[in-house]
C-alpha cells in the first residue's frame, strides 16, 4: 500500500500540473458509487494539492477532492486510460488517470478536509510523540499503523523504523522509556525523509505521477526480507503476524 513516502512523491509531481486548473469532467469505469463526489468534483477549480497523512488533497474553489491511493491505486498525469483505469480527471488543460487494480482507493469530494486522524508522522513533535504513546496501549506495530495515533505511517515503514530503533513489534508501547520512545520518533522521522528523497517505495505497482518507480525498496534492512541476514548482526530477519500485517524484524537486534 503506498504510505506517507509514495503519496508525498505522487503530490509533488503531480501537483505542478494541477494547480490552477479546473476539472471540465470525472469520466468514471465502473465506480458508480463515486457518481455523486464527480458530479461534485466537476467544473471545480484546483487552489491546492497536498498530502494528508496517506490522502492526496485536491483544495478546490469549493470544497475538498480527497483522493487515497488504497493497496495498487496510482495517478498518473496525462497518461492513456487503461484495463484497471477507475476513474479519469478531464481538466481543461491535460488530464489524471486512477488506475487501481484492486479497487480499494477511492476518490470523493468532501466539504472539508477527513477528520478523525492524528498528527502527521513527520511534524509531530518528539514531546507530543512521547506523550501520546504513553497514553496508548497495545503492541507498538500494531500502535504505528493506527492512522488515529499518527497519520501516514504503514506496514513498510513501521518495520524498517522499529528495526533502526531496535524496538521488538511487540513490545507494550506505553511500557517504552522516554529514551526509547524518543528515539523512535527520530528513526521515524529519518525514514521517512529517506524514503521522500528516494522517491518511495516500489514494491508493486507504485509508480509517481511521471511514471517513475521509487528507490528506497533497495536500502530496506528488514520489510520483506524473512529469512535473510539482518545487515547489522548477520542473524536471519524473521516474519510474524501483528495487527493481520506481515512483520518484519531481526530477533538479535530488536530483542523483546
Same mark, same amino acid.
Given at each position: 500500500?503506498?504510505?506517507?513516502?509514495?503519496? #508525498?512523491?505522487?503530490?509533488?509531481?503531480?501537483?505542478?500540473?494541477?494547480?490552477?486548473?479546473?476539472?471540465?469532467?470525472?469520466?468514471?469505469?465502473?465506480?458508480?458509487?463515486?457518481?455523486?463526489?464527480?458530479?461534485?468534483?466537476?467544473?471545480?477549480?484546483?487552489?491546492?494539492?497536498?498530502?494528508?497523512?496517506?490522502?492526496?488533497?485536491?483544495?478546490? /474553489?469549493?470544497?475538498?477532492?480527497?483522493?487515497?491511493?488504497?493497496?495498487?491505486?496510482?495517478?498518473?498525469?496525462?497518461?492513456?486510460?487503461?484495463?484497471?483505469?477507475?476513474?479519469?480527471?478531464?481538466?481543461? $488543460?491535460?488530464?489524471?488517470?486512477?488506475?487501481?487494480?484492486? $479497487?480499494?482507493?477511492?476518490?470523493?469530494?468532501?466539504?472539508?478536509?477527513?477528520?478523525?486522524?492524528?498528527?502527521?508522522?513527520?511534524?509531530?513533535?518528539?514531546? #507530543?510523540?512521547?506523550?501520546?504513546?504513553?497514553?496508548?496501549?497495545?503492541?507498538?506495530?500494531?500502535?504505528?499503523?493506527?492512522?488515529?495515533?499518527? +497519520?501516514?505511517?504503514?506496514?513498510?515503514?513501521? /518495520? #524498517?523504523?522499529?528495526?533502526?530503533?531496535?524496538?521488538?513489534?511487540?513490545?507494550?508501547?506505553?511500557?517504552?522509556?522516554?529514551?526509547?520512545?524518543?528515539?523512535?520518533?527520530?528513526?521515524?522521522?529519518?525514514?521517512?525523509?529517506?524514503?521522500?528523497?528516494?522517491?518511495?517505495?516500489?514494491?508493486?505497482?507504485?509508480?509517481?505521477? /511521471?511514471?517513475?518507480?521509487?528507490?528506497?525498496?533497495? $536500502?530496506?534492512?528488514?520489510?520483506?526480507?524473512?529469512?535473510?541476514? !539482518?545487515?547489522? !548482526?548477520?542473524?536471519?530477519?524473521?516474519?510474524?503476524?501483528?495487527?493481520?500485517?506481515?512483520?518484519?524484524? !531481526?530477533? +538479535?537486534?530488536?530483542?523483546?
Amino acid at each position: 500500500m503506498p504510505e506517507l513516502p509514495e503519496v #508525498e512523491t505522487v503530490v509533488r509531481t503531480l501537483a505542478p500540473r494541477l494547480v490552477g486548473r479546473r476539472i471540465h469532467a470525472v469520466i468514471l469505469k465502473t465506480r458508480k458509487a463515486w457518481a455523486a463526489s464527480a458530479a461534485k468534483l466537476r467544473g471545480r477549480r484546483i487552489q491546492r494539492v497536498e498530502r494528508y497523512g496517506k490522502y492526496i488533497l485536491l483544495h478546490l /474553489d469549493r470544497g475538498v477532492g480527497a483522493i487515497h491511493l488504497g493497496m495498487t491505486g496510482k495517478l498518473m498525469a496525462g497518461a492513456a486510460p487503461g484495463a484497471y483505469t477507475r476513474a479519469v480527471l478531464v481538466l481543461d $488543460q491535460g488530464r489524471v488517470v486512477f488506475d487501481d487494480v484492486r $479497487q480499494f482507493g477511492s476518490v470523493r469530494w468532501l466539504k472539508r478536509p477527513p477528520d478523525g486522524l492524528g498528527p502527521d508522522a513527520l511534524s509531530i513533535l518528539p514531546d #507530543e510523540f512521547v506523550t501520546r504513546m504513553a497514553q496508548r496501549r497495545g503492541r507498538i506495530k500494531a500502535l504505528l499503523l493506527n492512522q488515529a495515533f499518527v +497519520r501516514g505511517i504503514g506496514n513498510i515503514y513501521a /518495520d #524498517e523504523s522499529l528495526f533502526r530503533a531496535r524496538i521488538h513489534p511487540l513490545a507494550p508501547a506505553n511500557r517504552l522509556s522516554k529514551d526509547r520512545a524518543l528515539r523512535l520518533h527520530r528513526c521515524i522521522v529519518e525514514v521517512l525523509s529517506e524514503a521522500v528523497a528516494s522517491g518511495g517505495s516500489s514494491i508493486s505497482d507504485y509508480v509517481d505521477a /511521471d511514471g517513475r518507480p521509487g528507490w528506497f525498496q533497495f $536500502q530496506h534492512r528488514v520489510y520483506q526480507r524473512t529469512g535473510e541476514p !539482518c545487515v547489522a !548482526c548477520g542473524a536471519k530477519i524473521r516474519r510474524i503476524l501483528v495487527a493481520q500485517r506481515s512483520t518484519h524484524y !531481526c530477533p +538479535r537486534c530488536q530483542r523483546q
